[in-house]
């Protein structure tokens, strides 16, 4: 058996996810990619992972989080949504390279250690079911199931969903989007009684304003959570 996985590593190398190069480490970024994606270290937001400046042992908020406090409990980012960052996530939106979500959620479980808890139950942000059929899949929901096994936690892919379809929110300011996708997320009816009393981890692909994860906690609230904190791959640093 392993001369067969040697003689197949030697034909098919594993290659770097970001480029395509050869690496050492199956789904794996190579120097140079893994030098230029935006990872978000130091310093963060407690609210919504974004990076700050200094050095701090308390609790930050960023200017945003602090004029719009959060629903949620506390949230993590992993990398900006720029250049190889933004490379990676429509790869795994767009791009059907469902490999990606395997090292996303690695690293996504190393970021949100803090915030994972016992019992804590991880659901995606959904897709309304028309935008599903047209993507395929939902890509928040594959970085919450391989997260959810890395991590040793459950996952429940269906716990919310959009009873309506909304417009793109390409092109929308902040405060259309808070106001677009208001009351747009609902708990699942049969999924109701998996969120009484736990602690929940909602997961994205990308944060931009939000505006999406506040719509998901204020569901999950009202359904019973004992708390929701909120995970996103990559953080839109630049004004929506």
């Known amino acids: 058996m392993g001369f067969v996985q040697t003689a197949l590593a030697a ?20 120097g140079p990619c893994w030098r230029d994606t935006p990872f978000i270290g130091g310093v963060v937001c407690q609210s919504c992972g974004i990076g700050l400046l200094g050095t701090s042992d308390d609790d930050e908020l960023c200017d945003d989080c602090m004029q719009r406090p959060r629903p949620w409990a506390k949230g993590r980012a992993i990398f900006e949504y720029d250049g190889i960052g933004r490379r990676l996530v429509l790869g795994l939106k767009h791009g059907d390279r469902h490999e990606i979500a395997t090292s996303a959620a690695t690293w996504m479980m190393n970021a949100a ?7 804590m139950l991880v659901a995606p942000i959904p897709l309304h079911w028309m ?43 902040k405060a259309q989007r808070f106001e677009m996708l208001s009351g747009s997320i609902a708990v699942h009816p049969k ?38 904190s909120v995970l996103a791959l990559a953080r839109v640093t630049k004004p929506a």
């Open 11 to 30: 034909i098919y190398p594993p290659l770097c996810i970001g480029c395509g190069t050869a690496v050492d480490v199956e789904l794996g970024l190579c």
């Open 113 to 119: 250690q803090d915030i994972l808890e016992p019992n």
């Open 131 to 173: 935008r599903l059929l047209k993507r395929k899949s939902n890509q928040s929901a594959l970085l919450a199931n391989v997260l959810a096994t890395k991590a040793g936690l459950s996952c429940s892919p269906d716990l919310l969903i959009r009873p309506k379809a909304t417009r793109s929110l390409d092109g929308l300011n």
């Open 191 to 228: 999924r109701r009684s998996q969120i009484v009393g736990r602690p929940l981890l909602l997961v994205d692909d990308v944060m931009t304003s939000g505006a999406t994860f506040e719509a998901a906690t204020h569901a999950c609230h009202a359904a019973g959570a004992q708390s929701v």
